[in-house]
């Protein structure tokens, strides 16, 4: 399976971006997704996943309130939206899907997802 994230780029803090993920498999609806993102030097971080059906989700509570995830299985797309950016948002932002079946908690480290594309850049000015 191939991801390709877009819709990243410069925004001001306080401003909104929308991201989405195309998938290249029709079995989109058979896996749970997850966004993340990495800083320069530091470690990929969860930010947040999503269920096959789309009805749940979890966040990273840095992101909680103001991110929201959502897919269309009908287009093999995963989106994110970002309001009130920060510049410490300011990654590499990666979609990628869960080699586990089960929706948990204990399943959202980098670890437990696979088919990481190249990423999309969102950069946020102060």
């Known amino acids: 399976v191939q991801l390709q994230a877009s819709g990243g780029g410069l925004v001001q803090a306080g401003g909104s971006l929308r991201l989405s993920c195309a998938a290249s498999?029709?079995?989109?609806?058979?896996?749970?997704m997850g966004w993340f993102r990495q800083a320069p030097g530091k470690e990929r971080e969860f930010i947040g996943a999503?269920?096959?059906?789309?009805?749940?989700?979890y966040y990273a509570d840095s992101v909680e309130g103001r991110f929201t995830i959502s897919r269309d299985n009908n287009k093999n797309t995963l989106f994110l939206q970002l309001n009130s950016l920060r510049p410490e948002d300011t990654a590499v932002y990666y979609c990628?899907?869960?080699?586990?079946?089960?929706?948990?908690?204990?399943?959202?480290?980098?670890?437990?997802?696979?088919?990481w594309g190249p990423g999309t850049q969102v950069t946020v000015s102060s």
């Open positions: 990628a899907l869960s080699r586990v079946p089960q929706f948990r908690s204990d399943y959202l480290q980098p670890r437990f997802f696979a088919s």
């Open positions: 498999t029709r079995s989109f609806y058979n896996y749970n």
């Open positions: 999503i269920s096959k059906s789309g009805e749940s989700t």
